[in-house]
Nanobody, 126 residues
Framework: QVQLIESGGGLVQAGGSLRLSCAASGRTFRSGAVGWFRQAPGREREFVAALLWNSRSTNYADSVKGRFTISRDSAKATVYLQMNSLKPEDTATYYC???????????????????WGQGTQVTVSS
């Protein structure tokens, strides 16, 4: 229903920064939530951050709180993940996801996503 295209991944030294983008096509964002997830080799996919589209309320995993920032640009139908103070343990494939229904609670912001991007690789060297 909504197509998500990610960009901005790459190789960065520990302590550096990257800005990931997720551009939407098809049905544009008007409500619901957008989330970022990541998956490292041999590990399960984990929640990173989420944003309620209308209110811009956010939710972050404890591991990235204070370092990562999720935001949106409604005119560009794009969501961003600004990643600062990157650590080697941040190395993973990062995915953006969308759900058209608004999560009722903060906890619900971490699941229920139906549309997913292709993923972009982030590698942090030590």
């Amino acid at each position: 229903q909504v197509q998500l295209i990610e960009s901005g991944g790459g190789l960065v030294q520990a302590g550096g920064s990257l800005r990931l983008s997720c551009a939407a096509s098809g049905r544009t964002f008007r409500s619901g939530a957008v989330g970022w997830f990541r998956q490292a080799p041999g590990r399960e996919r984990e929640f990173v951050a989420a944003l309620l589209w209308n209110s811009r309320s956010t939710n972050y995993a404890d591991s990235v709180k204070g370092r990562f920032t999720i935001s949106r640009d409604s005119a560009k139908a794009t969501v961003y993940l600004q990643m600062n103070s990157l650590k080697p343990e941040d190395t993973a494939t990062y995915y953006c996801a969308a759900r058209l229904s608004t999560p009722p609670t903060l906890a619900a912001m971490r699941g229920g996503y139906s549309d997913w991007g292709q993923g972009t690789q982030v590698t942090v060297s030590s």
